[in-house]
C-alpha cells in the first residue's frame, strides 16, 4: 500500500470512530511508522521537532489506533504495518474503488468526492443526526456541496463499517411519482439481498412494504435533489408538493414517526416547511443547513487551480460566499480570460453568475410559483435600492415603510412580511446582517443581485396580491 493510501484509511477509520481528522503531527508519526523511519530522520524534513512527535503526539495516537485496529493487540510504531496488511481483506474498498466488502451502494453512483474540502465540523454533526433521527434534511443553495457532504460521510463510514447495514443514493430530480419511487426502493433493496419481488399494486402497500425493510435493516437512503418533489405554487397551495406530489406529504410523515432504526437524508436546495414542524414537535427529524465553505479551505480551491495574486483571493471567496462550484467555475473563467489573474478579474467589478446557479434562480422566478410575490418584490426592491443607493444593506425598518406604503387593497402584514424574510433566508437569497445598535439590515448576495437585476431589467415584475389574512 502507498502511505498516502494508508493515511487516507486511517484518517477515514479515525473520523468514523472519534468524528475528527487525523491532525498534520499524526500523520508524519503514520508516515514514520509505515515507512520504518526514525522520528529524528523524519522531523528534518517537516516542521515538527522530534521531542514533541515522539512524547506528545505518538503514545495518544498509539492508544487511538489500538481501539480502532488492534483487535486485542497493542497498536505500536513496529506493530503498525503488520497489523494493517493483516486487515487488508477489510479494508480493501477504501484502497480500491473496485473492491467492495458487501457496504456497496445501492441505486447509484456516489458523487466524486477526490476533491474535498475541509467540512470537518458539519461532517461530524452530520454524523450524528444519520445516527440518531429517522430523516435528515440537508438544506443549501446549489453547489455549495450538500451531495458531497452525505457522500463524504457514507465513504468514511462504509469503510468502518459501523452504524448501517445497507447504503441506498437515490436521485429524484427526475421527479418521480411516489408509487414510482417506492417501486425502484423496494426493487434496489430485493436486488441487494438476491429477493424476488412481489410489487403490490396501491401506493400505501408499497409504502408499508418499505417501512418494514427500514425496521428489518439499518438503511441509510440518500434522496438526491429534492426539491424536485416541491411542486406546489406557494401563491395558492397550502401543500408544498402540489396536488400531484402531495402523497409525499404523508410519506415523509410516516418515516419520522413510525418506529424504525433507518435514517432518510433529503438534499434540497429548498427547505421543508413540514418536516421543520415536525422538528419542532420533538419528532426524530433535523433540517441542517450547509453555508460556503471559509478560511483556508476556500483558498485551497483556487491555490488547486492555480490563481495568482493570492493577496486577492479572499476577496473572491467573499463575493461567491464560499460556494465551492461557483468558486471553481470562475476560476476556470479567470483562468481562460484573465490569464489567471484574480486581481485583473477585479478590477472590472462584475459578477458572474454560474449555470447551475442562475438555473436555480429561473426555477424560482420564473417556475410555479416556488416563491411568493411578496418575495419576489422584497428581492426586487433590495435589488434596486441596493443599486441606487451608495450603501451595502437596506434597514428592516425602511423596507417595511416601503412595503406599507403600498395600495391598501394588499394588506401586507408585518407578520407576512417577517414569515417571508425567513423564507428567503433559509433558501439563502438574502443576508440579515446586526449593528451595533442590534438594529436588522439586509443584503443580497453579488450573484443574487445581479441575476434580479437582470431579471427585471426584462421586464419581469410582480405586483403583489392580496394578502389572505389582515393580522
Same mark, same amino acid.
Given at each position: 500500500?502507498?502511505?498516502?493510501?494508508?493515511?487516507?484509511? +486511517?484518517?477515514?477509520?479515525?473520523?468514523?470512530?472519534?468524528?475528527?481528522?487525523?491532525?498534520?503531527?499524526?500523520?508524519?508519526?503514520?508516515?514514520?511508522?509505515?515507512?520504518?523511519?526514525?522520528y529524528?530522520?523524519?522531523?528534518?524534513?517537516?516542521?515538527?521537532?522530534?521531542?514533541?512527535?515522539?512524547?506528545?503526539?505518538? !503514545?495518544?495516537?498509539?492508544?487511538?489506533?489500538?481501539?480502532?485496529?488492534?483487535?486485542?493487540?497493542?497498536?505500536?510504531?513496529?506493530?503498525? *504495518?503488520?497489523?494493517?496488511?493483516?486487515?487488508m481483506?477489510?479494508?480493501?474498498?477504501?484502497?480500491?474503488?473496485?473492491?467492495?466488502?458487501?457496504? =456497496?451502494?445501492?441505486?447509484?453512483?456516489?458523487?466524486?468526492?477526490?476533491k474535498? $474540502?475541509?467540512?470537518t465540523?458539519?461532517?461530524?454533526?452530520?454524523?450524528?443526526?444519520?445516527?440518531?433521527?429517522?430523516?435528515?434534511?440537508?438544506?443549501?443553495?446549489?453547489?455549495?456541496?450538500?451531495? &458531497?457532504?452525505?457522500?463524504k460521510?457514507?465513504?468514511?463510514m462504509?469503510? =468502518?463499517?459501523?452504524?448501517?447495514?445497507?447504503?441506498?443514493?437515490?436521485?429524484?430530480? $427526475?421527479?418521480?411519482?411516489?408509487?414510482?419511487l417506492?417501486?425502484d426502493?423496494?426493487?434496489?433493496? &430485493?436486488?441487494?439481498?438476491?429477493?424476488?419481488?412481489?410489487?403490490?399494486?396501491?401506493?400505501?402497500? *408499497? =409504502?408499508?412494504m418499505?417501512?418494514?425493510?427500514?425496521?428489518?435493516?439499518?438503511?441509510?437512503?440518500?434522496?438526491d435533489?429534492?426539491?424536485?418533489?416541491?411542486?406546489?405554487? @406557494?401563491?395558492?397551495?397550502?401543500?408544498?408538493?402540489g396536488?400531484?406530489?402531495?402523497? $409525499?406529504?404523508?410519506?415523509?410523515?410516516?418515516? +419520522?414517526?413510525?418506529?424504525?432504526?433507518?435514517?432518510?437524508?433529503?438534499?434540497?436546495?429548498? !427547505?421543508?416547511?413540514?418536516?421543520?414542524?415536525?422538528?419542532h414537535?420533538?419528532?426524530?427529524?433535523?433540517?441542517?443547513?450547509?453555508?460556503?465553505?471559509?478560511?483556508?479551505?476556500?483558498?485551497?480551491?483556487?491555490?488547486?487551480?492555480?490563481?495568482?495574486?493570492?493577496?486577492?483571493?479572499g476577496?473572491?471567496?467573499?463575493?461567491?460566499?464560499?460556494?465551492p462550484?461557483?468558486?471553481?467555475?470562475?476560476?476556470?473563467?479567470?483562468?481562460?480570460?484573465?490569464?489567471?489573474?484574480?486581481?485583473?478579474?477585479?478590477k472590472?467589478?462584475?459578477?458572474?453568475?454560474?449555470?447551475?446557479?442562475?438555473d436555480?434562480?429561473? *426555477?424560482?422566478?420564473?417556475?410555479?410559483?416556488?416563491?411568493?410575490?411578496l418575495?419576489?418584490?422584497i428581492?426586487?426592491?433590495?435589488?434596486e435600492?441596493l443599486?441606487?443607493?451608495?450603501?451595502?444593506?437596506?434597514?428592516?425598518?425602511?423596507?417595511?415603510?416601503?412595503?406599507?406604503?403600498?395600495?391598501?387593497? $394588499?394588506?401586507?402584514?408585518?407578520?407576512?412580511?417577517?414569515?417571508?424574510?425567513?423564507?428567503?433566508?433559509?433558501?439563502?437569497?438574502?443576508?440579515?446582517?446586526?449593528?451595533?445598535?442590534?438594529?436588522?439590515?439586509?443584503?443580497?448576495?453579488?450573484?443574487?443581485r445581479?441575476?434580479?437585476?437582470?431579471?427585471?431589467?426584462?421586464g419581469? @415584475?410582480?405586483?403583489?396580491?392580496?394578502?389572505?389574512?389582515?393580522a
Amino acid at each position: 500500500m502507498d502511505v498516502k493510501q494508508v493515511i487516507k484509511v +486511517i484518517d477515514d477509520l479515525v473520523f468514523a470512530k472519534e468524528g475528527r481528522w487525523l491532525e498534520k503531527a499524526e500523520k508524519i508519526v503514520i508516515e514514520a511508522a509505515w515507512l520504518d523511519l526514525d522520528y529524528k530522520e523524519i522531523a528534518e524534513n517537516v516542521p515538527c521537532n522530534f521531542d514533541f512527535l515522539q512524547r506528545r503526539v505518538a !503514545p495518544k495516537l498509539w492508544v487511538l489506533l489500538t481501539g480502532i485496529l488492534g483487535n486485542g493487540e497493542k497498536v505500536t510504531k513496529k506493530r503498525l *504495518r503488520r497489523i494493517l496488511e493483516e486487515q487488508m481483506l477489510d479494508l480493501r474498498s477504501a484502497i480500491s474503488d473496485e473492491a467492495s466488502t458487501g457496504l =456497496a451502494v445501492i441505486g447509484g453512483h456516489l458523487p466524486n468526492v477526490s476533491k474535498f $474540502y475541509g467540512r470537518t465540523p458539519e461532517m461530524a454533526m452530520l454524523k450524528e443526526l444519520v445516527t440518531q433521527e429517522r430523516c435528515v434534511a440537508l438544506i443549501g443553495q446549489p453547489g455549495i456541496g450538500k451531495s &458531497a457532504l452525505i457522500a463524504k460521510l457514507i465513504e468514511v463510514m462504509r469503510v =468502518a463499517s459501523i452504524e448501517f447495514d445497507s447504503f441506498i443514493w437515490k436521485s429524484v430530480s $427526475y421527479s418521480p411519482l411516489l408509487p414510482e419511487l417506492l417501486a425502484d426502493l423496494l426493487k434496489l433493496l &430485493a436486488d441487494s439481498e438476491n429477493q424476488k419481488l412481489d410489487l403490490p399494486e396501491s401506493t400505501q402497500d *408499497r =409504502a408499508l412494504m418499505f417501512f418494514k425493510q427500514l425496521e428489518l435493516r439499518r438503511c441509510l437512503v440518500v434522496l438526491d435533489s429534492t426539491e424536485a418533489l416541491l411542486q406546489g405554487d @406557494r401563491n395558492t397551495d397550502s401543500s408544498p408538493y402540489g396536488n400531484k406530489y402531495a402523497d $409525499y406529504e404523508v410519506f415523509f410523515r410516516s418515516i +419520522i414517526e413510525k418506529q424504525h432504526q433507518s435514517c432518510v437524508v433529503l438534499t434540497s436546495r429548498e !427547505p421543508f416547511i413540514d418536516i421543520n414542524r415536525l422538528e419542532h414537535k420533538g419528532q426524530p427529524a433535523r433540517s441542517m443547513k450547509v453555508e460556503g465553505l471559509v478560511g483556508k479551505e476556500a483558498l485551497l480551491i483556487l491555490k488547486n487551480k492555480g490563481l495568482a495574486d493570492e493577496d486577492e483571493w479572499g476577496d473572491l471567496v467573499e463575493i461567491y460566499r464560499g460556494n465551492p462550484l461557483s468558486l471553481e467555475m470562475v476560476s476556470q473563467r479567470i483562468k481562460k480570460f484573465f490569464g489567471g489573474s484574480v486581481k485583473e478579474f477585479l478590477k472590472y467589478k462584475t459578477t458572474l453568475i454560474t449555470d447551475i446557479f442562475q438555473d436555480n434562480l429561473d *426555477r424560482m422566478f420564473k417556475g410555479n410559483g416556488r416563491l411568493t410575490d411578496l418575495e419576489k418584490e422584497i428581492l426586487t426592491y433590495l435589488s434596486e435600492e441596493l443599486t441606487i443607493l451608495p450603501v451595502d444593506s437596506i434597514s428592516f425598518n425602511q423596507l417595511l415603510n416601503h412595503l406599507r406604503e403600498k395600495p391598501k387593497e $394588499y394588506l401586507i402584514t408585518t407578520t407576512e412580511i417577517i414569515e417571508a424574510l425567513e423564507s428567503l433566508d433559509e433558501r439563502s437569497l438574502i443576508e440579515r446582517k446586526v449593528s451595533a445598535e442590534k438594529e436588522i439590515f439586509l443584503t443580497l448576495q453579488p450573484q443574487v443581485r445581479k441575476y434580479i437585476s437582470i431579471y427585471t431589467s426584462k421586464g419581469y @415584475r410582480y405586483g403583489l396580491k392580496n394578502s389572505k389574512s389582515a393580522a
